[in-house]
């Protein structure tokens, strides 16, 4: 696609979010019946859910597949829909429980990493910086589009948070605190890391799992607290995310500890509530012997 038709799917996007959310939510329907009916990486998610749940029956993990799909359907359409979303909106719909701990944390002039995954709407965690006493800052990994990758980056940056590239964010969280200010970084990190970066292997729902040490790393160079953000969706176009302390003295953990920690509780949050998790990605790509463990 060239700049052009960039541009106007960019500008189609834009009229699109202009909808209220009754009329959103009924093209997301529609949408739900459409990726069901080709099987949108069917392939994927059911190696994935099979895997993850051994002891479900077929119909118990196609129950959670059909669930995913109409979950993962909505949260495209209300990620469309931040360019046009007012503020009164965003924190009528996105709910932050326990702020309390992570501003006490900046009147103590400490950053914080809050950790989360690819679970519930999760384009709609950086309205964080809505709440926060902290300069709010995100990672995230550059598209190859550069008219949509500055389009993901305007919706990121709405509410006022920073994004750096996974490259950058050392070198600019140093920015931040040389302005004797202190920030909170939200972290996805269940992604897979690059095939020559792996240095951790840890079991994570039943299955050798190469994870992101990133995050821990991050919290003991700044000597930061670590929360986890736990994110539900209440109903339809409605989350809230309870900020759960999980390290206040990140330096004094043994190694690996506060991995895993975050990956138990985001494996505790998708046993309980599997399909809001994002199943259609290939989470254990280099996982040469997908070995189930007990």
């Known amino acids: 696609m060239?700049?052009?038709?960039?541009?106007?799917?960019?500008?189609?996007?834009?009229?699109?979010?202009?909808q209220p959310f009754f009329i959103l939510y009924l093209y997301s329907d529609l949408l739900y019946h459409f990726i069901r009916l080709i099987g949108y990486r069917r392939a994927v998610i059911n190696e994935n859910l099979r895997y993850a749940f051994p002891d479900k029956s077929k119909d118990e993990l196609r129950e959670i597949r059909l669930k995913f799909y109409r979950g993962f359907c909505d949260v495209m359409i209300e990620t469309i829909k931040v360019q046009s979303m007012s503020e009164k909106q965003m924190r009528k719909r996105m709910v932050f429980n326990n702020m309390e701990y992570a501003n006490q944390m900046a009147n103590e002039g400490k950053d914080v990493v809050a950790i989360m995954g690819h679970y519930g709407c999760w384009e709609w965690i950086p309205s964080l910086a809505l709440h926060s006493n902290h300069v709010a800052c995100a990672t995230y990994r550059p598209l190859k589009n550069e008219q949509f990758d500055n389009y993901m980056l305007k919706l990121r940056g709405r509410w006022g948070s920073l994004n750096f590239t996974m490259r950058d964010t050392m070198r600019e969280l140093i920015k931040v605190r040389r302005q004797n200010k202190n920030f909170i970084i939200g972290l996805i990190a269940d992604q897979s890391p690059d095939r020559n970066k792996i240095q951790y292997w840890t079991?994570?729902?039943?299955?050798?799992?190469?994870?992101?040490?990133?995050?821990?790393?991050?919290?003991?160079?700044?000597?930061?607290?670590?929360?986890?953000?736990?994110?539900?969706?209440?109903?339809?176009?409605?989350?809230?995310?309870?900020?759960?302390?999980?390290?206040?003295?990140?330096?004094?953990?043994?190694?690996?500890e506060i991995?895993?920690?975050?990956?138990?509780?985001?494996?505790?949050i998708i046993r309980e509530r599997p399909e809001d998790w994002l199943w259609s990605h290939k989470r254990w790509k280099y996982s040469e012997v997908r070995e189930i463990q007990n």
């Not at 060239?2 to 202009?18: D, Q, V």
């Not at 994110?231 to 953990?253: A, H």
């Not at 991995?259 to 505790?268: F, I, N, R």
């Open 259 to 268: 991995t895993e920690m975050h990956l138990k509780c985001l494996e505790d």
């Open 2 to 18: 060239g700049k052009i038709g960039n541009y106007i799917a960019l500008g189609f996007l834009w009229l699109f979010s202009l």
């Open 203 to 256: 079991k994570f729902l039943n299955q050798n799992t190469a994870v992101l040490l990133g995050p821990e790393k991050m919290a003991k160079a700044f000597k930061a607290p670590v929360v986890f953000m736990k994110m539900s969706r209440i109903k339809r176009g409605y989350y809230q995310v309870d900020i759960i302390p999980l390290v206040e003295d990140s330096v004094s953990t043994n190694e690996f």
